[in-house]
C-alpha cells in the first residue's frame, strides 16, 4: 500500500446531519467502481468476511437492493434505492439498516481516479436529524465499514 493509504476510512461529522467517510483504495478507478456495481464482487467485499445473502439487486437508477449479513447469531439486514447511478463518478442510494428501521439516509458516493493507479471513494450520509446520525454512528458502522474496507483490499490485490 502507499504510504498515505490506511486500513481504516477517515470518518467525520462535519455537519449535524452528516457523516462523511473517505478512504483511498490501491486501485484504479474502473476495479473500484466494479467491485461496488457488479454483484458477484459486491458480496465478496460488502459484509467484511461475514455470510452475505442477496435477496434484490437491481443496479440501475429506481432499482432496489435488499441485502442480509450473518454475524455470528445477529441477522442483519439492509435495503434502499437507487436515485442515481453514473458509471465510474457517482452512487446515491437511500440506505435503512433494519436495526433502526424507517431511519433512512441518503448516501451519496463520489469516485475520485487519484490518477497514480489509486481511486479515492468517499461517502456523504445524510440524516434527518442528528439523532439518527448519532444512532447509526453508535450502531457499530464505523467497525464494519472498515471490516468492510479491508475485505475490499483484499479484493482489489486479487486483481493486480
Known sequence: MSADTTTDA??????????????????????????YSRIEQLVQWWSGGDRFDVERWEFHKGGHYRFVQHAGSEVHGFEGRFREVTPMERIVQSFEWDGMPAYIAIDSTTFVDLGDGRTKVVTVSQYHTCEERDGMLRSGMEAGLNASYRALDVLLAKGA
Do not use: G, K, S, Y
Not at 461529522?13 to 486501485?27: G, Q, S, V
Open 10 to 35: 477517515t470518518v467525520t461529522t462535519p455537519a449535524d446531519r452528516e457523516i462523511h467517510i473517505e478512504r483511498t483504495f490501491d486501485a484504479p478507478l474502473e476495479r473500484v467502481w466494479n467491485a
